[in-house]
């Protein structure tokens, strides 16, 4: 989550991945872990959310044999294209290392009957007890042409023979690819089309920014506590004055600040940094997005 903050900026349009409306019921594990199949829930929030959980599965398995949790049989389009991202923490007996995988297996029926395959994804294998995001499960995954239904898994592995490893994951998404998931930490404006999430840096600690949406143009982060407002932000559909999307920021902070704003349409993105110590300048990014309609 440490990421060198820069002056008050633009970047270039680049491609990242992007989040979308997730298709899974339960991927933030609020209250529990139902409708995963299998697993624990845990008190452990990727967000330190003090109403929310993860989801805990746990490997004594021998090396590189999975310990896995499920989800609930959801359904699919064959031949279209899906993405996704997790958060996932790792911890094992001392000299154990090990590894997470989030991929999902294809059915042929709506019900999750008639196996198809499954689609290799990234692996996590940070074993230090510190959250981690995998911000997709890799380049794009296309369903297979038959898929009527799909399981997520959840998996955990060790490589070595002894020892145990425990992993939690939280904030699990799979979607459609080029729509916006809301989520805690991320906010979707515009009628879902634009993404937007940030990071933030004190002197000693850092994490994600929570989010709030007020409007279907505007909403607010923050970072410490809910009544504690950070940052506002408003995408405005600007095409018919001038063939862009404007992007407007103000801040009621000095500390640093990585905000990202995504176009899931297409894919490309803007990044916002303020530096700590400095107050937030407004943005009033005119030119932010040339990608109407």
């Known amino acids: 989550m440490n990421k060198p903050l820069g002056f008050l900026m633009v970047l270039s349009a680049i491609a990242v991945p992007c989040a979308s409306q997730n298709l899974l019921q339960n991927g933030t594990f609020d209250t529990g872990i139902t409708p995963w199949s299998a697993g624990t829930f845990s008190t452990l929030d990727s967000l330190a959310l003090a109403d929310s959980g993860s989801i805990q599965i746990v490997s004594t398995n021998p090396a590189f044999t999975l310990a896995s949790s499920v989800s609930e049989c959801i359904p699919v389009t064959g031949g279209k294209i899906y993405e996704g991202s997790y958060d996932y923490r790792l911890v094992a007996t001392a000299g154990i290392s090990g590894l997470v995988q989030v991929f999902p297996s294809w059915y042929s029926s709506s019900v999750c009957s008639g196996f198809l395959g499954f689609s290799s994804t990234v692996q996590g294998s940070e074993v230090d007890g510190a959250w981690h995001t995998i911000s997709a499960l890799g380049p794009t995954i296309t369903a297979p042409a038959s898929a009527q239904s799909m399981r997520l898994n959840l998996t955990t592995a060790k490589l070595q023979n002894t020892g145990s490893i425990t992993a939690n994951f939280d904030d699990v998404v799979f979607k459609a690819a080029g729509t916006c998931a809301p989520g805690p930490d991320v906010l979707c404006l515009n009628n879902g089309r634009f993404q937007v999430e940030a990071n933030w840096e004190t002197a000693s600690s850092s994490g994600r920014a929570r989010v709030v949406k007020l409007t279907n143009d ?40 990585e905000m990202t704003i995504t176009d899931t349409k297409n894919g490309t993105s803007k990044v916002y940094r303020n530096t700590r110590g400095a107050a937030f300048a407004p943005v009033q990014d005119t030119s932010a997005f040339a990608t109407c309609p």
Do not use: H, I, M, P
């Not at 095409?239 to 000095?254: K, R």
């Open 218 to 257: 505007t909403g607010y982060l923050w970072f410490f506590g809910s009544d504690n407002v950070e940052t506002v932000v408003k995408v405005l559909d600007a095409c018919s004055f001038n063939n862009t999307f404007w992007v407007f920021a103000g801040g009621l902070t000095d500390q640093g600040v």
